[in-house]
């Protein structure tokens, strides 16, 4: 039996890995290869197992990253290869963790040879927050820690691929190239979009390539990973949603986001990542906000009148956990009753990430 293709995306918290796979699965489905997908969280009810669920055979890793879950890892990838028969086998890990290619890559080519092949490492770069972290400009918003573990993925990566070509200008690509080139000579480096799909056939060609990847390994400070971690407050949460007139799923997620993104933006908490998706019996809406001076973006649209449904939101943001689930809470409520709205929670979460304890952990490469 021929290996399967193994393609982990990595990238900061916003830089679009789940547009990225859902676009690069796509391709593969439409020249008739069976893909699976694996999301990673440090809890559950993930809005990105969701979207992937609704394209192929999909998973989830969590309570930590695949460094600490490696074994959960290996064994959701041969279950999903046992029910599927997979390809290729798309893997999303946590966008705050770090140091993958000595304690996942490595560990994968070492112990499963025969079982995985693993593709060049790509980690892709939201443009706007990479301009403003390589160029030194208050560390993105976050302190030196987090950016730290931004320019450490940045270390261990085969290619870097800037997300989001659409919204740059020629002036914007020119200044992140001398940015990326400067900091990161020896890195490969691709401009592409994945909403649009812009670019994406040049960094499908650079993951099909031979050869051994995976093989830079970078030397991290864990004390300092760790910290930059707990820097960020966690929340996912789900609610059920009734109401007595129906609503538009689009229009009430977007108002559910932009309402959260206003009370963020008054504390001056930084957002790492703001994602919503909102499921109902007439199809579903998915929105998300990548900063805190960005804007909320749909990324999946159901303009069909409902009476029910059941959002989902995962927020990672630079504040206390419990008071992101205050504001969260305290927002989202008020959105609801503005549109005769009543929810109930099912679940919520919110914590910080604790210090990451590898499985394995290799100094060199193979």
């Not at 609704?54 to 460094?67: H, I, N």
């Not at 400009?137 to 989001?164: C, M, T, W």
């Not at 691709?190 to 970078?218: C, D, K, M, N, V």
């Not at 963020?264 to 990548?290: P, R, Y």
């Amino acid at each position: 039996m021929r290996p399967v293709r193994f393609v982990m995306v990595g990238g900061f918290l916003g830089a679009g890995k789940t547009t990225t796979l859902l676009g690069l699965a796509r391709h593969y489905i439409q020249q008739g290869r069976r893909v699976a997908l694996i999301a990673n969280d440090q809890a559950d009810h993930l809005v990105d197992t969701a979207l992937f669920r609704s394209l192929a055979a999909a998973s989830e890793v969590a309570g930590g990253c695949f460094c600490c879950r490696l074994n959960d890892l290996i064994r959701v990838a041969e279950q999903l290869t046992a029910q599927q028969w997979p390809d290729i086998i798309f893997a999303e890990p946590v966008g705050s963790c770090t140091d993958l290619v000595a304690t996942v890559i490595q560990p994968l080519k070492r112990f499963y040879p025969a079982q995985y092949q693993v593709a060049p490492y790509v980690v892709l770069l939201d443009p706007h927050r990479a301009r403003r972290i390589l160029s030194g400009e208050r560390f993105g918003g976050f302190s030196p820690k987090v950016a730290y573990i931004f320019h450490k993925q940045l270390e261990e990566a085969d290619a870097v691929a800037v997300n989001k070509l659409d919204l740059l200008s020629d002036a914007d690509v020119q200044e992140l190239r001398q940015l990326l080139q400067r900091q990161y000579p020896e890195k490969h480096l691709f401009f592409f979009s994945a909403r649009t799909g812009q670019g994406l056939e040049e960094l499908i060609r650079f993951q099909e390539l031979p050869g051994r990847y995976g093989t830079h390994i970078a030397e991290v400070d864990y004390d300092i990973y760790a910290e930059g971690e707990a820097e960020l407050g966690w929340l996912n949460a789900i609610a059920e949603l009734r109401a007595e007139l129906a609503f538009i799923p689009d229009v009430l997620l977007t108002a559910v986001l932009n309402r959260i993104h206003e009370a963020l933006q008054v504390s001056g908490a930084e957002v790492a990542h703001l994602k919503g998706l909102l499921h109902t019996t007439q199809g579903s809406s998915a929105a998300n906000l990548v900063q805190l001076h960005g804007r909320v973006e749909l990324s999946r649209c159901c303009a069909q009148p409902t009476q029910w449904g059941q959002v989902i939101l995962n927020a990672r943001v630079a504040c206390d956990p419990e008071l992101l689930w205050q504001t969260v809470r305290q927002a989202t409520e008020a959105v609801f009753r503005e549109h005769g709205v009543t929810a109930h929670w099912l679940t919520y979460q919110r914590f910080r990430p604790a210090r990451p304890v590898p499985i394995h952990r290799f100094a060199e490469a193979t």
